[in-house]
T-cell receptor
Framework: SAVISQKPSRDICQRGTSLTIQCQVD?????MFWYRQQPGQSLTLIAT?????????ESGFVIDKFPISRPNLTFSTLTVSNMSPEDSSIYLC????????????FGPGTRLTVL | GESVGLHLPTLSVQEGDNSIINCAYS??????FIWYKQESGKGPQFIID?????DKRQGQRVTVLLNKTVKHLSLQIAATQPGDSAVYFC???????????FGTGTKLQVIP
């Protein structure tokens, strides 16, 4: 498995501003993922972030709104730009660990409220 | 704080009983399935997985059953405990890499 931390754990922001969320993992991983979880909902994949290449975005998500950085194999950031109340969600990063389970492990999430 | 289980279907189970949580998946090409547990205020936690070449897999107090014919997945929890109270998500791998698609989730409430 992997130990994943996120900063901030929660924030309250004004509409029109931007917030950058950090994700740190305790081991080198190839693939990192960013998800959004709206209140009472399941998780929706925003994008996949590989080190050394542009992030791959899912349908409905664009780079201008959710720019992602992946400067090395243990760190990634997701920025939520020009926020509106509809962006209020939990944002989670996850990593793929090639162990026996070959699956994804998740960080604790960042709870964002936009006023 | 907000609850991830606010609008999710709820299963209430007496402590000590067995729980069965069901999930219908959508992609017949999916070949890997995972169950996650999400407690309030935390990220999803891996519970158990199963590949499409199997129809049953057991872990500690948990069993996952896969029926590919009807695209159905279930999670059985034996002797349910208060600590099992959480939202449970099934997920399927439907991409060339580990792109995981999550189901809608079920909130499990354990009655002491």
């Amino acid at each position: 498995s992997a130990v994943i931390s996120q900063k901030p754990s929660r924030d309250i922001c004004q509409r029109g501003t931007s917030l950058t969320i950090q994700c740190q993992v305790d081991s080198q991983v190839t693939m990192m993922f960013w998800y959004r979880q709206q209140p009472g909902q399941s998780l929706t994949l925003i994008a996949t972030a590989n080190q050394g290449s542009e992030a791959t975005y899912e349908s409905g998500f664009v780079i201008d709104k959710f720019p992602i950085s992946r400067p090395n194999l243990t760190f990634s950031t997701l920025t939520v730009s020009n926020m509106s109340p509809e962006d209020s969600s939990i944002y989670l990063c996850s990593v793929e660990v090639r162990d026996r389970t070959d699956t994804q492990y998740f960080g604790p999430g960042t709870r964002l409220t936009v006023l | 704080g907000e609850s991830v289980g606010l609008h999710l279907p709820t299963l209430s189970v007496q402590e000590g009983d067995n729980s069965i949580i069901n999930c219908a998946y959508s992609n017949s090409a999916s070949d890997y399935f995972i169950w996650y547990k999400q407690e309030s205020g935390k990220g999803p936690q891996f519970i158990i997985d199963i590949r499409s070449n199997m129809d049953k897999r057991q872990g500690q107090r948990v069993t996952v059953l896969l029926n590919k014919t009807v695209k159905h997945l279930s999670l059985q929890i034996a002797a349910t405990q208060p600590g099992d109270s959480a939202v449970y998500f099934c997920a399927e791998n439907s991409g060339g890499y580990q792109k995981v698609t999550f189901g809608t989730g079920t909130k499990l409430q354990v009655i002491p």
